[in-house]
């Protein structure tokens, strides 16, 4: 008889839970005692303590599964410890200091109360500054090198779980912050509470020039690990978007971050440092007397190498971020009661089950506030699926993807004269091409044709200026009115990020004005403006992901202006530099090429073809070619001075967007030969025509059958013969007269005389009248009832359709042909 076995595997305890969690966040994570809050293991704090690695978070996971997390705190960051219980006044303390300094900050807060003001509030702070102890009665600080913070999903000896609020105040279980991602704490609050000395406790190797030239000349070379890459972006983020005064500030923060995670092993200071120094030269240098950057510079690094090398005696070996135990999870301490959802959150883990009770307003501790639900996380017994604790790299479920029947995006903007577009809304789509090849007009006939369609058009220009882009706007025929209405034009000089100033700028216009189409002119100025590397494929990335992504996710089509490499030889496809700005593309991007050179006073034409296309939609419609996808050819006239331009975007000519099948070859150039050939020669034989003009007889019998068929050569019989005269001047930027009706170059819709002078032709059994010939004598050929009569070689000759006769114009005598 077989017998169920009915036991289950417990949940791992708070550290084997979340330790490699924050780990992987950049925290150093000590083990305490299962619900206590001390003591920490020894050698692991104060100033001089070490720091634990992959391996050492791993071990503690194992040997103290049930214990507390106690986070100690990095050099950079400080926690203000407000106490607000039990007659402490450290609520009262804060706001009175915020009100002789300044507001704090929302910031990150871990507690197991819940009055709303006891926690640990965490900032980030300048490295080896002497800060006190407290900075009033109910207030503490945490320090790396004095006292830690005790975190979720510890519990608290008097029952309740810890936990964080995030800078919005609302609880989380789950998601917990990057020690670089914290605000700064005000300056006023740093110089007050410290006046800028430096600690009397902070470690300094006391190294002179040379030892620090040598110190990191010693640290291993190669691109940057994740950490100091990570500190990097953060950093550089920060230098491009703070305020004049603060970049000293910023700067200085990053290189004592990037020196400190050298000192503990991490790889790559020499590149990261150079990278660093060329932004904060490129964001000061201006401000300040030559050379004095420099000389900033150099004392920043020289102090950090001095802090980290006096922190650090000695160097591991191998770099953290390679070590084979970093961001391990046993995954044989998780218990699942159904398969795991598979839509993940990011540093996400499952609560601890802990049999602690919920707390009450009368529990006490160091590191407070209210506790979830001491339940929350552990072994369902409900229907509820079990908490999702996979990364990005689990399966996702496919099932919303497979049942959703929305249509596929279609583009919308830049219009071709058959209706079909180039750009999609919702997208980063792009215009590349050399300098000076009329990339911008193409832009501006986009905005052209959403203005004229009553929508609204934003304008983001890093390279014209406010009455440079109105003069075009008005030349293209907008009216000052419709750019009043429709357009708006921002004209940056200062570095975009969303949190700052400026993003809050940028996302207020975006939300009030709601464009469709977003232009952003210049992509290499708006990168070197943000401090970034034009041809770094990581600094691309992050333009395309904090800037332009952005925008095209409210749902305009963001169309980037880009320049190609001059040299083709050594080009690639896309814009100068990083290959990540064409990957980064999700809409189309167009290649703009110009076939006729035009200025002021002359017309040319700038052939488009498909650089990208994410969807395939465009290039679909477009003709195929060894040079790529063919989309169009844009048109462009001027007046002398450039106050009146005329864009037209026309569809290849030789393929079919809607068939998808190329169109019947027309030799325009044979037929422009003939057709000179024939206005000198009139009534020519068709053997006659081959034999005269030059040129290949296979192209010419095309040519001079597409005049027939197009109806700018008439043929008649004449006996044997058939004789072919040209009846309207060839222009092939015209329409056929064929497909008009016309038959000469009168336009359509013009009365028909009754009694018209000089010769009228007749085809296809209706009358198309001509422009009157007043040198021409009357008519003396026959015209008797119903006589048709056809015009030949410019009207001189007219052929008689009763008589079969060919007589002269002007005589009226017979010509034999």
């Known amino acids: 008889m077989s017998v169920t076995d009915t036991t289950t595997t417990p949940a791992p305890g708070p550290f084997a839970a979340a ?96 009055d709303g003001a006891s926690g640990i509030r965490l900032y980030r702070v300048p490295e080896g500054l002497r800060w006190p102890g407290g900075l009033g009665p109910g207030i503490d600080t945490i320090r790396h090198d004095h006292r830690y913070a005790v975190v979720w999903p510890s519990l608290h000896p008097k029952g309740g779980t810890y936990r964080w609020y995030t800078p919005d105040g609302v609880v989380t279980a789950h998601d917990i912050p990057h020690p670089d991602d914290l605000p700064d704490l005000p300056e006023a609050w740093v110089a007050h509470f410290t006046g800028g000395e430096l600690s009397a406790d902070q470690p300094h190797a006391g190294l002179g020039r040379d030892d620090i030239v040598a110190w990191v000349g010693a640290r291993p070379a190669g691109h940057p690990c994740r950490r100091i890459d990570d500190a990097l972006t953060r950093g550089l983020a920060d230098l491009v978007t703070t305020h004049e005064g603060g970049r000293h500030d910023a700067a200085l923060r990053l290189t004592n971050r990037l020196a400190w995670l050298a000192g503990e092993g991490h790889h790559g200071l020499t590149a990261a440092l150079e990278r660093a120094r060329g932004s904060f030269l490129a964001a000061v240098g201006a401000d300040r007397r030559p050379g004095d950057a420099e000389a900033e510079w150099d004392r920043m690094v020289t102090g950090a190498v001095d802090i980290a090398a006096g922190a650090h005696p000695t160097t591991p070996d191998i770099d953290p971020c390679d070590d084979p135990f970093a961001g391990l999870i046993d995954r044989s301490a998780t218990q699942w009661t159904t398969p795991p959802p598979a839509a993940p959150k990011t540093s996400t883990v499952s609560p601890p089950a802990t049999s602690a009770p919920a707390p009450a307003s009368s529990t006490t501790g160091t590191a407070n506030a209210s506790a979830p639900d001491a339940t929350a996380g552990a072994t369902s017994t409900t229907d509820e699926p079990a908490e999702d604790t996979h990364t990005t790299w689990w399966p996702r479920d496919l099932d919303a993807a497979l049942d959703d029947d929305t249509p596929p995006e279609q583009p919308a903007h830049l219009t071709r004269d058959d209706g079909h577009h180039a750009f999609y809304p919702g997208r980063v789509n792009g215009i590349i091409g050399p300098s000076e090849s009329g990339k911008t007009w193409v832009a501006l006939h986009a905005v052209r044709q959403a203005v004229d369609e009553g929508q609204h058009v934003t304008v983001i220009d890093f390279e014209d200026s406010d009455r440079g882009m109105t003069a075009r706007l008005l030349a293209i025929g907008l009216t000052r009115t419709e750019v009043r209405e429709h357009v708006a034009y921002i004209n940056p000089d200062e570095p975009f990020h969303p949190l700052a100033e400026t993003g809050l700028d940028l996302s207020e216009h975006l939300d009030t004005w709601a464009p469709t189409l977003v232009v952003v002119d210049g992509f290499n100025a708006a990168m070197t403006l943000q401090g970034l590397d034009l041809k770094d494929n990581k600094d691309a990335t992050t333009f395309m992901q904090h800037v332009l992504k952005p925008i095209a996710a409210r749902g305009p089509a963001v169309v980037y202006i880009d320049h190609t490499p001059k040299d083709k030889e050594h080009g690639t496809n896309g814009g100068i530099g990083a290959q990540a700005k064409r990957a980064m593309t999700t809409g189309c991007t167009l290649r703009a090429e110009p076939v006729t050179p035009f200025g002021k006073g002359q017309a040319g034409k700038i052939r488009l073809h498909v650089d990208k296309d994410r969807l395939g939609t465009v290039r679909g419609a477009s003709a195929p070619g060894k040079a790529g996808h063919w989309f169009g050819d844009l048109a462009i006239t001027s007046n002398t001075d450039g106050s009146d331009v005329t864009l037209e975007l026309t569809a290849p000519t030789t393929y079919d967007a809607d068939t998808h099948e190329p169109k019947a070859f027309r030799p325009t150039v044979y ?147």
């Open 19 to 114: 330790a490699f969690t924050y780990h992987r966040n950049g925290w150093a994570v000590l083990p305490l005692p299962a619900g206590q809050k001390a003591p920490v293991p020894t050698g692991w704090t104060g100033a001089r303590g070490a720091t634990p690695s992959g391996a050492d978070v791993h071990a503690w996971t194992e040997e103290r599964p049930d214990g507390n997390i106690a986070l100690r705190l990095p050099p950079h960051v400080i926690g203000v410890d407000v106490d607000h219980y039990d007659g402490k006044p450290g609520a009262l303390v804060l706001a009175q200091l915020e009100q002789t300094l300044g507001a704090l900050p929302p910031t990150w807060r871990t507690t197991s109360r819940d």
């Open 671 to 817: 037929m422009g030969r003939i057709a000179g050939w024939l206005a000198d020669n009139p009534g020519a034989g068709r053997n006659e025509v081959l034999g005269a003009v030059t040129g290949d007889v296979r192209h010419l019998k095309t040519a001079l059958k597409a005049l027939v068929d197009e109806g700018w050569v008439t043929v008649t019989k004449h006996g044997q013969k058939s004789l072919h005269t040209l009846d309207t001047p060839f222009n092939e930027l015209l329409p056929p007269p064929s497909t008009t009706g016309v038959a000469t170059g009168v336009g359509p819709g013009l009365p028909t005389p009754a009694e018209p002078t000089g010769v009228v032709g007749l085809t296809g059994g209706y009358e198309v009248p001509r422009s009157p010939n007043p040198g021409a004598a009357p008519e003396t050929a026959p015209t008797g009832v119903g006589a048709r009569r056809t015009p030949m070689a410019g009207g001189k000759l007219l052929y008689d359709h009763q008589t079969g006769q060919v007589v002269d114009a002007t005589t009226g005598e017979v010509v034999d042909r």
